[in-house]
């Protein structure tokens, strides 16, 4: 449960994580087998967008950086001095 809360305030989605919190106790031992398997899909969906907002970001970082054009040595000429 705790795992699932870190997540979401790790991306910042705060009212999700307390509602969840809220969610887990207000659930009866019925309701509980539903949301044990909810929390795996849950946890799926978080680390996905976790791994998203790296993605993005290193992107952004890249391209903010400016490097120049990726060139290979197969179009190097050698030959000069």
């Excluded at 910042?12 to 919190?21: C, D, F, P, T, W």
């Excluded at 996905?48 to 970001?57: F, K, L, W």
Aim: net charge neutral; hydrophobic share 35%; charged share 20%.
């Amino acid at each position: 449960m705790s795992d699932i809360i870190t997540q979401l305030k790790a991306l910042k989605l705060y009212g999700m994580a307390n509602s969840y919190a809220e969610l887990r106790q207000q659930n009866t031992p019925d309701q509980m087998t539903n949301l044990e398997s909810a929390n795996q899909i849950l946890s799926q969906l978080l680390q996905a967008e976790a791994t998203e907002r790296n993605i993005r970001s290193i992107r952004y970082q890249t391209n903010a950086a400016r490097f120049p054009v990726q060139r290979h040595l197969q179009g190097f000429d050698f030959s000069q001095e």
